[in-house]
């Protein structure tokens, strides 16, 4: 997509060697015309420092949250002179969702535990051997006829940055314009 718009952008990934990655940031972070930087989540989430970036797009939803949040955390470093958005795309209807479901539900209860306040529930509590398992057949059978990103929406509304569209609403050419610029 990125060479058919004419954009030029970096990569850096588990292949991409250890001497290669810093060279990589410094040209992202020296060079404007160099305004894309794949990364994977994995690969970039520890190390780098990405302070021009003005834009996270997070498209590989992890198992762990802390993967995620250390990718987008790479933007959110000492002489960032823009304000970070965050994007999150995830596909309705999904293992990718489950997945993201299982994330939300980490962080609610990590906040719990560390800062003993209980966040809105989104989930079904689970009884039994099973309790406090996300994957409750309950759970499970009520993002059939619903996704569950709609169902945030619902809860959450507003205060949601992390569900900012959906459908070809990214497809667009406004939208593409907009997550890709610094």
């Keep these: 997509y990125f060479q058919s718009k004419g954009y030029s952008y970096l990569r850096l990934d588990g292949n991409t060697s250890s001497g290669n990655r810093q060279q990589l940031v410094t040209q992202f972070n020296t060079q404007p015309s160099m305004f894309i930087f794949l990364c994977s989540t994995r690969a970039g ?13 997070v498209f590989d939803v992890n198992w762990n949250p802390s993967h995620d949040q250390q990718a987008q955390d790479r933007a959110y470093r000492i002489g ?72 945030i ?19 667009s050419d406004a939208a593409v314009a907009a997550m890709t610029h610094r």
């Design 153 to 171: 929406r619902v809860n959450v509304g507003a205060q949601s940055n992390e569900v900012t569209g959906t459908g070809s609403s990214f497809s």
């Design 45 to 57: 989430g520890v190390g780098l420092n990405l302070q021009s970036a003005s834009k996270v797009i």
């Design 80 to 151: 960032q002179q823009s304000e970070v958005q965050v994007y999150r795309l995830v596909s309705l209807g999904t293992v990718e969702e489950l997945q993201y479901m299982r994330q939300l539900y980490k962080n609610a209860l990590t906040s719990a535990a560390i800062e003993g306040v209980s966040k809105q529930r989104l989930f079904e509590a689970i009884e039994g051997e099973d309790k406090g398992e996300l994957y409750g057949l309950s759970n499970l059978m009520q993002f059939s006829e619903v996704p569950f990103l709609h169902r």
